[in-house]
C-alpha cells in the first residue's frame, strides 16, 4: 500500500466526515470536477499529488457549504417575506452558519459581502442608511423592532446575492493559500473580532456564529491532517486545542440552541478567548507546514 493512496483515503474519510454522506460529496464533486485547474502562484502541477487531492477535497466541501446556504437563505427569506416572525427570527442563525463556514473563500466576492453581511457602522446614516440591507439590517428589524413589515425586497435581495456567491464560488479558482489560510482566518476572527460580540448586536446569536468558524476551520484540518502526520505533536496540539473550545462552547448550549451572547460575563468570554487564540496561532503555521508560503 503506497503512502499516496493512503493519504488519499484519509482524505476521502475525512470529507465523509465532514459531510456526512457519500452522496453529497459525489454531487459537490460533479460540479467541482470542471474546475480542479487553479492558476494561483502554486500552480497544480508545482503541488504534490497528495495535497492537490486534500485541496479539491476542500474544494467540495467549500461547495456543499455554499449550497447549503441557499436552501437555508431562501427558507429564512420565505419566512420573512409571508410574516412568519418567529420562524424567521429561529431561522436566522441557523441560516448563516454555511456561510460562517466558508467565509473565507467568500469574502473573495467583496461586492456580495458588502451587501449580504456589512454593519450599520459602514454607512452615514447608520441603521436609517438606505444601503444598509443583508442579514443585518433583517437581524435589527426581527430582533430589535419585532417586525417583517416592509423587509420583502431587502430579503428577495438576500437570497438573489446568496445564489450569487453560490454561482460565483463555482466558476472562481481558489489559491491553495487562501483555502488553507481559511483555517486560521475563520478562528482568528472570533479572536480578534466577534469575541466582543459586536457581529450579532440585534439578535446575540454569535455563539452561533462561533460554531460556524470553528466548524468550517476545523473541516479544512481534518483534511489536510494526512499530510501533517509526520508532526504528531502539532496535530494531536491542534486536536487538543479545537477540543477545547467545542467543549467551551457546548457550555452554553441547550435543546439545540446556544445561549444569547449577553449573557455570558467576562469571565465566559475569557474562557472562550484564551483556546481560540491558542488554536489561532497554531494553525496559522498550516501554510509554512504545507510549504505553501
Known sequence: MSASWLSRTLIFAGLVACLGSHAQIAAA?????????????????????????????????VVTQADEFVRRTRAFVDAVKTGRLAEAKSLYAYARQPYERIEPVAALFGDIVKRMDVRADEFELRE????????????????AEGTTAGLAEIAERLASDSTELQQRILATPISPTRMVGGASALIESIAATKISGEEERYSRTDLWDFQGNIEGSKAIFVLLRPLLEQDQEFVARVDRNYRRVEDVLSRYRAAGDFAPYDRLTSRDRNALKGPITLLAEDLSTLRARLNLD
Do not use: N, W
Open 128 to 143: 436609517r442608511d438606505p444601503a444598509f440591507i443583508g442579514f443585518h439590517r433583517l437581524e435589527m428589524s426581527l430582533f
Open 29 to 61: 464533486a460533479d460540479s467541482v470536477a470542471p474546475l480542479a485547474k487553479d492558476t494561483s502562484s502554486h500552480p497544480r502541477g508545482q503541488l504534490s499529488p497528495d495535497l492537490s487531492a486534500a485541496l479539491d477535497a476542500c474544494r467540495t466541501y
